[in-house]
């Protein structure tokens, strides 16, 4: 069965110091990976997606991940983080190409940001 | 554009009661996703449906609680009885427009559920 692990569960930096969450998935076909970010009190939106093509994907907000396929890795980065990061981050996979494919999430980062 | 709304956004109820979430999906998507996240236990698929059909409900924890899709646009998850366990939020997510599936998830706002 697939799984995403997420090994930092809470991450504290200080304004303008780069960023790099890790996400690891267990699925050895074809899949489609995702970056959610949830905003204190607010809803998962979408962060940025990778389904073929460049490796490295650029989203919203300067963030950017990378597909390792032979690590089966999908990190998260960003140079220089914002007070406004301060947030929750989801990596998600999506093994296959239906909408009913279930799509699994890892257990979140936590960013904190200090100002 | 409507994104995936629920409601309530908020609940406060007794152990014991029943409680009924709802979820209107986007229009025009064809899958519907539950989800219920707390602080324990992260972000837990609870069931999705795939043209108003139920596809997985293996992350439904117990008996007590239940989902139903009776049309394209609307959801339920009902929990009967309640239990102070149960306290969490529950988010409903859709994807997959017929023509332009791309896996990923739309979320709603949440239903913040307590029982006391």
């Known amino acids: 069965a697939q799984s995403v692990s997420q090994h930092n569960h809470h991450v504290i930096l200080s304004e303008a110091a780069s960023l790099e969450l890790g996400c690891n998935y267990s699925y050895g076909g074809t899949v489609n990976l995702f970056w959610y970010v949830q905003y204190p009190g607010q809803h998962l939106q979408l962060l940025l997606k990778?389904?073929?093509?460049?490796?490295l994907v650029k989203g919203i907000k300067g963030f950017e991940a990378e597909f390792i396929k032979s690590k089966f890795s999908f990190n998260l980065r960003k140079p220089s983080v914002q007070w406004s990061d301060t947030a929750e981050y989801f990596c998600?996979?999506?093994?296959?190409?239906?909408?009913?494919?279930?799509?699994?999430f890892g257990s979140g980062t936590r960013l904190s940001i200090r100002p | 554009d409507a994104g995936v709304i629920q409601s309530p956004r908020h609940e406060v109820t007794e152990m014991g009661q029943e409680v009924t979430l709802r979820c209107k999906p986007i229009?025009?998507?064809?899958?519907l996703f539950w989800y219920r996240q707390t602080m324990m236990r992260g972000l837990e698929l609870l069931i999705y449906f795939n043209n108003n059909v139920p596809i997985d409900d293996s992350g439904m924890p117990e008996d007590r609680f239940s989902a139903k899709m009776p049309n394209a646009s609307f959801s339920t998850l009902k929990i009967q009885p309640s239990e102070p366990r149960d306290s969490a939020v529950y988010f409903c997510?859709?994807?997959?427009?017929?023509?332009?599936?791309?896996?990923?998830?739309?979320f709603g706002e949440g239903s913040r559920l307590t029982v006391l």
């Open positions: 990778y389904f073929s093509g460049d490796p």
């Open positions: 997510a859709s994807n997959g427009l017929a023509e332009t599936n791309t896996g990923e998830l739309f």
């Open positions: 998600a996979v999506n093994a296959g190409y239906s909408s009913a494919s279930k799509i699994i």
């Open positions: 229009s025009g998507h064809n899958s």
